[in-house]
């Protein structure tokens, strides 16, 4: 089992930034995909962002050039800054973990408003 805690959601003017941080614990061993989805209201859940265990990165177009995914192996941590947040971007974001063979896990999701 792998459990994650998501952190660092909130509320934000369009055009500000804010991180979201990811603590993954259990058996993360097994992990070689680390990632970012979000589900706006009504709408189903996309992918933001993932880093491999050999951090290669993937981003939606929409977030190219506005949000870095990144991790930490020591601290067994996976952030994501966002930048020049839009509207748009409002959602509620769910830390990802995945692996060859094995369930996919996620976080209890935190929520990130983008309005004036």
């Known amino acids: 089992q792998v459990q994650l805690v998501e952190s660092g959601g909130g509320s934000v003017q369009p055009g500000g930034s804010l991180r979201l941080s990811c603590a993954a614990s259990g058996s993360i061993f097994r992990i070689s995909v680390m990632g970012w989805y979000r589900q706006a209201p009504g709408k189903q859940r996309d992918m933001v962002a993932l880093?491999?265990?050999?951090?290669?990165?993937n981003y939606a177009d929409s977030v190219k050039g506005r949000f870095t995914i990144s991790r930490d192996n020591a601290k067994n941590m996976v952030y994501l800054q966002m930048s020049s947040l839009k509207p748009e971007d409002t959602a509620v974001y769910y830390c990802y973990a995945g692996c060859k063979g094995c369930p996919d896990y996620w976080g209890q999701g935190t929520q990130v408003t983008v309005s004036s």
């Open positions: 880093i491999t265990s050999g951090d290669r990165t």
